[in-house]
């Protein structure tokens, strides 16, 4: 069983930073590829960041290209979220998600993976 475990969220002013983690349980980390997404009250889910299984493909939404970096440490079994630059805009739950895929093209689809972490909230105030 594949368990996602998201950390790092919390209340920040705008502009700041915040870095997420997001540790996964198994020993086949190195295999997965993995995605932030997010969802504010009201409104859907959306796709934030994709890394391939390597770390060697990236892919982000606009709504955050250059302000928001993934990052993987296949040795520690996690992924990262660093978000600089936050906006108001940017509060939400976000979520951590995994699937067994050694593709390089990017996943922007939640339907796409098969394991979700429980979430952890960002909050910028304005």
Known sequence: Q?????SGGGLVQAGGSLRLSC???GRTFS??????????????????AFISWGGG????ADS?????TISRDNAKNTVYLQMNSLKAEDTAVYYCAADRTT????????????????GTQVTVSS
């Open 64 to 68: 955050v290209k250059g302000r928001f």
């Open 57 to 60: 493909s990236t892919y982000y």
């Open 31 to 48: 295999s997965y590829a993995m995605g932030w997404f997010r969802q504010a009250p009201g409104k859907e889910r959306e796709f934030v």
């Open 2 to 6: 594949v368990q996602l475990a998201e």
């Open 103 to 118: 593709t390089t093209r990017p996943m922007v689809l939640g339907g796409l993976y098969a394991y979700w972490g429980q």
């Open 23 to 25: 540790t996964v349980s």
